[in-house]
């Protein structure tokens, strides 16, 4: 399900995914397949860990980012999760070719 917050992302957001729902900063990004696609990987990523460990391993991996790349955007584009859902954002057949637990392999 896809929602429609303007005033609950931080400003340099636009989309955030917090199973099971996706939530837009605009309306019109709903028309964005690359984002959605994106937000769909994390979707996937979070019910295959049940979520809250998606949680806890996503805010460890970017902890551990900060201190190793001091730079707060490098740290949040080496997270496993993002970097599986970057990586493959541009490709609308990655849910269905993706096997199960494919995030691990962006951890190493």
């Given at each position: 399900m896809i929602l429609i917050f303007k005033y609950i992302l931080p400003k340099r957001y636009v989309g955030l995914t917090l199973w099971?729902?996706?939530?837009l900063?605009?309306?019109?990004l709903k028309d964005d397949t690359i984002l959605i696609n994106h937000e769909k990987i994390h979707l996937?990523?979070?019910?295959?860990?049940?979520?809250l460990p998606?949680?806890?391993?996503?805010?460890m991996e970017w902890l551990i980012g900060i201190f190793r790349y001091?730079?707060?955007?490098?740290?949040?584009?080496n997270i496993s999760f993002?970097?599986?859902?970057?990586?493959?954002?541009?490709?609308?057949?990655?849910?269905?070719?993706?096997?199960?637990?494919?995030?691990?392999?962006?951890?190493?």
């Open positions: 099971p729902l996706i939530i900063r605009d309306d019109e996937r990523q979070q019910m295959e860990l049940l979520v998606f949680f806890l391993i996503y805010f001091w730079n707060l955007n490098m740290a949040y584009r993002e970097r599986e859902a970057y990586q493959n954002e541009w490709n609308p057949d990655y849910l269905n070719e993706r096997s199960s637990w494919s995030s691990f392999k962006y951890m190493f």
